[in-house]
């Protein structure tokens, strides 16, 4: 239990940090943080006016206390191209983005895993060459590219499914109606955590492979499915570490992606914030974004701790 | 004399992969019998442990060409089904490692690793198979073998580890323990103790034993005979008072003369000049011959034969020290 709490406590200042990059995104952002609010030609007492009722008189200190006292209650301020609740923005765009992720990252991690497998049964063979082939591929391929051929082939050439958006938004989450948007999606974001997931458990299971606890299971008896049940509880924790990295950059959203499917994601957000210079909504999406990446890897972290004994101390 | 426990003959091993063949074992022969032990001394890379390997068929089944007879218990493992392997490795024969740090799977217990193995050969109940773990771990003097049962390996000390590594290898009561260099990562102090403890055990189950090892000392401590072993040929084999106390392959005075316990304080470690040969292009003759100072014509033309310089003992050599130099070989051994 002292890991666990250990682990939590480290993930604290992480999180602090974020924080305060997030909030200094106001000042890091090109330009000054009124010039959007206020029109050009106003007077200094405006101006004067409006910062005092922004706070922005105040020192920084103070600013980003207020800030975060703020954030910790949900409140992420106001967007200023819509005028809706960043937090509601936010969280709107990252269920879109969940319905995608649901369908890609479980898709990813058992083709991915998979592959792995196969290809480390026999390295060098021609499975092995085709999956290192699949995985490259899958990984240098710009995701946005292939969604664009995938939009092409799929809707275009032989109208099978939907080119972009997210159907009416009253079918049912699970009913074909509203899966059949996210099948393309998913696929293009799906390629890049499958080749990564691929090769890495073919790295992990043949290092393993050579280990001489293999021989020691080999020499006590055991079948080759008790061996290979082995070699893969052992790989488990490593597998687990790369895809909560790959869920994290997920969560993110692509930009490109979601752009190319307008899927209204949390990518798709980012990207309107940037082109609307709307900061507060920009500052909201990246702290919410920030946040998910360290909490996911604060869960893989945990979850390590209690696959490999090796981690665990006193 | 009662039939042998393991009897080799001409075992050949050579790695096919990329590139030329890498011929580890050349025309190795051997034999055990019941309750005895064996040591394999020889240089690092001289093919100890493919020796042991073979003799458990743990090669990889693909790039290793096998040749030659090896006989268990008067059954042919080299002719054995997957499924007849199986069922005599951990059960008839077992096998321990240098390191049983990571001979060991990490992440699960040592009893839990011991108790897999006794309900893969003896069946039984989980509860029955950590009895017989626990009871183990006890008998290999693992102090609070209770409490180490759910230990992890690395919560262990290495001396632990080795131990709890010799009571999984004999969980399952087997005839023969083939044993990989399993002191050399230890401590002096416990290297000893490990020793002992073999010694003790082998006597009470009456197991015999092939130990790998090249430290002379070792050797010399627990051993009934002694094969050395030089680029993948026994070079010389006899019991080991004699090997030891009067070598007849000169490869073997070489590594007496440079092993440092056999030397006086003060005096010099002679060690042997030059470097084993390459296994992928082994000379004709006498793989030794370039680093021997006894080399004479024939030994670079071929391999010399086993030849007798005593009752029980064999050595590959032509001119074997301390013996009359012999072109009669013994025929009964030719290659
Ligand atoms: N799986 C393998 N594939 C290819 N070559 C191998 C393989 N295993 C062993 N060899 C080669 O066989 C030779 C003998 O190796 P072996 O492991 O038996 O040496 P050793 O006497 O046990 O040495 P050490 O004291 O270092 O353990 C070496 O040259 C080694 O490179
Ligand atoms: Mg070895």
Same mark, same amino acid.
């Given at each position: 239990?002292?890991? *666990?709490?250990?682990?939590?406590?480290?993930?604290?200042?992480?999180?602090?940090?974020?924080?305060?990059?997030?909030?200094?995104?106001?000042?890091?952002?090109?330009?000054?943080?009124?010039?959007?609010?206020?029109?050009?030609?106003?007077?200094?007492?405006?101006?004067?006016?409006?910062?005092?009722?922004?706070?922005?008189?105040?020192?920084?200190?103070?600013?980003?206390?207020?800030?975060?006292?703020?954030?910790?209650?949900?409140?992420?301020?106001?967007?200023?191209?819509? /005028?809706?609740? *960043?937090?509601?923005?936010?969280?709107?765009?990252?269920?879109?983005?969940? %319905?995608?992720?649901?369908?890609?990252?479980?898709?990813?991690?058992?083709?991915?895993?998979?592959?792995?497998?196969?290809?480390? %049964?026999?390295? =060098?063979?021609?499975?092995? %060459?085709?999956? /290192? =082939?699949?995985?490259?591929?899958?990984?240098?391929?710009?995701?946005?590219?292939?969604?664009?051929?995938?939009?092409?082939?799929?809707?275009?050439?032989?109208?099978?499914?939907?080119?972009?958006?997210?159907?009416?938004?009253?079918?049912?989450?699970?009913?074909?109606?509203?899966?059949?948007?996210?099948?393309?999606?998913?696929?293009?974001?799906?390629?890049?955590?499958?080749?990564?997931?691929?090769?890495?458990?073919?790295?992990?299971?043949?290092?393993?492979?050579?280990?001489?606890?293999?021989?020691?299971?080999?020499?006590?008896?055991?079948?080759?499915?008790?061996?290979?049940?082995?070699?893969?509880?052992?790989?488990?924790?490593?597998?687990?570490?790369?895809?909560?990295?790959?869920?994290?950059?997920?969560?993110?959203?692509?930009?490109?992606?979601?752009?190319?499917?307008?899927?209204?994601?949390?990518?798709?957000?980012?990207?309107?914030?940037?082109?609307?210079?709307?900061?507060?909504?920009?500052?909201?999406?990246?702290?919410?974004?920030?946040?998910?990446? *360290?909490?996911?890897?604060?869960? *893989?972290?945990?979850?390590?701790?209690?696959?490999?004994?090796?981690?665990? %101390?006193? | 004399?009662?039939?042998?426990?393991?009897?080799?003959?001409?075992?050949?091993?050579?790695?096919?992969?990329?590139?030329?063949?890498?011929?580890?074992?050349?025309?190795?022969?051997?034999?055990?019998?019941?309750?005895?032990?064996?040591?394999?001394?020889?240089?690092?890379?001289?093919?100890?442990?493919?020796?042991?390997?073979?003799?458990?068929?743990?090669?990889?089944?693909?790039?290793?060409?096998?040749?030659?007879?090896?006989?268990?218990?008067?059954?042919?493992?080299?002719?054995?089904?997957?499924?007849?392997?199986?069922?005599?490795?951990?059960?008839?024969?077992?096998?321990?490692?240098?390191?049983?740090?990571?001979?060991?799977?990490?992440?699960?217990?040592?009893?839990?690793?011991?108790?897999?193995?006794?309900?893969?050969?003896?069946?039984?109940?989980?509860?029955?198979?950590?009895?017989?773990?626990?009871?183990?771990?006890?008998?290999?003097?693992?102090?609070?073998?209770?409490?180490?049962?759910?230990?992890?390996?690395?919560?262990?000390?290495?001396?632990?580890?080795?131990?709890?590594?010799?009571?999984?290898?004999?969980?399952?009561?087997?005839?023969?323990?083939?044993?990989?260099?399993?002191?050399?990562?230890?401590?002096?102090?416990?290297?000893?103790?490990?020793?002992?403890?073999?010694?003790?055990?082998?006597?009470?189950?009456?197991?015999?034993?092939?130990?790998?090892?090249?430290?002379?000392?070792?050797?010399?401590?627990?051993?009934?005979?002694?094969?050395?072993?030089?680029?993948?040929?026994?070079?010389?084999?006899?019991?080991?008072?004699?090997?030891?106390?009067?070598?007849?392959?000169?490869?073997?005075?070489?590594?007496?003369?440079?092993?440092?316990?056999?030397?006086?304080?003060?005096?010099?470690?002679?060690?042997?000049?030059?470097?084993?040969?390459?296994?992928?292009?082994?000379?004709?003759?006498?793989?030794?011959?370039?680093?021997?100072?006894?080399?004479?014509?024939?030994?670079?033309?071929?391999?010399?034969?086993?030849?007798?310089?005593?009752?029980?003992?064999?050595?590959?050599?032509?001119?074997?020290?301390?013996?009359?130099?012999?072109?009669?070989?013994?025929?009964?051994?030719?290659?």
């Amino acid at each position: 239990m002292g890991t *666990v709490l250990r682990r939590l406590l480290l993930a604290l200042p992480i999180a602090f940090g974020v924080s305060v990059v997030c909030f200094a995104l106001v000042y890091i952002a090109p330009g000054d943080p009124l010039q959007t609010i206020v029109p050009p030609d106003a007077t200094q007492a405006t101006i004067d006016a409006v910062k005092h009722a922004y706070g922005l008189d105040k020192p920084l200190v103070v600013q980003y206390l207020i800030w975060l006292w703020r954030v910790l209650h949900g409140n992420l301020g106001t967007s200023i191209s819509t /005028t809706r609740p *960043v937090a509601l923005e936010v969280m709107l765009a990252l269920g879109n983005t969940m %319905r995608l992720v649901a369908l890609a990252m479980p898709a990813a991690l058992i083709v991915g895993y998979a592959m792995g497998v196969a290809a480390a %049964r026999f390295p =060098g063979g021609w499975i092995d %060459r085709a999956v /290192t =082939g699949i995985a490259v591929v899958g990984v240098s391929l710009p995701n946005y590219w292939v969604g664009v051929v995938l939009v092409i082939l799929c809707a275009v050439q032989w109208s099978l499914l939907p080119a972009t958006g997210m159907g009416s938004g009253h079918a049912a989450l699970l009913s074909w109606e509203s899966l059949r948007f996210m099948i393309l999606p998913s696929i293009s974001l799906a390629l890049i955590p499958m080749g990564i997931i691929a090769r890495s458990t073919r790295a992990c299971v043949l290092d393993l492979a050579s280990h001489d606890f293999v021989l020691t299971l080999r020499a006590k008896g055991m079948s080759e499915s008790t061996v290979t049940r082995h070699v893969l509880r052992n790989a488990l924790p490593q597998v687990i570490a790369i895809v909560g990295l790959q869920f994290g950059y997920l969560m993110g959203g692509s930009i490109l992606v979601e752009t190319v499917f307008s899927w209204p994601g949390s990518g798709f957000l980012l990207g309107r914030a940037i082109q609307n210079r709307d900061v507060p909504l920009l500052q909201g999406t990246v702290l919410v974004l920030a946040m998910i990446f *360290v909490a996911t890897n604060l869960l *893989v972290d945990l979850l390590q701790v209690r696959l490999d004994p090796r981690l665990r %101390r006193g | 004399m009662s039939a042998p426990l393991l009897e080799i003959a001409d075992l050949d091993v050579a790695f096919h992969g990329d590139g030329t063949p890498v011929q580890a074992l050349s025309g190795v022969s051997l034999r055990l019998d019941p309750g005895q032990v064996l040591c394999i001394i020889g240089e690092s890379g001289s093919g100890k442990s493919v020796t042991l390997r073979a003799m458990m068929r743990l090669l990889p089944e693909r790039r290793a060409r096998i040749g030659g007879q090896i006989s268990f218990a008067g059954r042919d493992v080299l002719a054995m089904t997957d499924r007849q392997l199986r069922a005599m490795r951990g059960r008839e024969m077992a096998m321990i490692f240098q390191e049983p740090m990571t001979a060991l799977d990490p992440v699960y217990t040592i009893g839990a690793q011991i108790a897999e193995t006794v309900r893969r050969h003896l069946g039984g109940t989980q509860a029955a198979a950590r009895a017989r773990a626990l009871d183990m771990l006890e008998r290999v003097g693992v102090p609070s073998a209770a409490r180490r049962l759910d230990a992890y390996p690395h919560e262990l000390s290495g001396g632990l580890r080795q131990r709890a590594m010799i009571a999984l290898a004999l969980s399952c009561g087997p005839q023969l323990l083939l044993a990989d260099e399993p002191t050399t990562a230890l401590d002096a102090t416990v290297q000893i103790q490990v020793l002992l403890l073999l010694r003790r055990l082998q006597a009470e189950l009456g197991m015999g034993i092939v130990f790998v090892t090249h430290d002379l000392g070792v050797a010399a401590e627990i051993a009934d005979r002694v094969a050395v072993m030089y680029a993948g040929r026994i070079v010389e084999e006899g019991s080991v008072a004699e090997v030891l106390g009067r070598p007849a392959h000169p490869y073997t005075a070489g590594l007496l003369a440079s092993s440092v316990e056999h030397v006086a304080p003060g005096a010099e470690i002679a060690a042997i000049p030059g470097a084993p040969p390459d296994l992928r292009a082994l000379p004709p003759g006498c793989s030794f011959a370039p680093r021997c100072r006894h080399a004479v014509a024939a030994c670079d033309a071929t391999v010399p034969p086993p030849v007798r310089p005593g009752p029980g003992r064999m050595a590959r050599c032509f001119t074997p020290l301390g013996f009359a130099p012999s072109g009669h070989a013994v025929e009964e051994h030719v290659a």
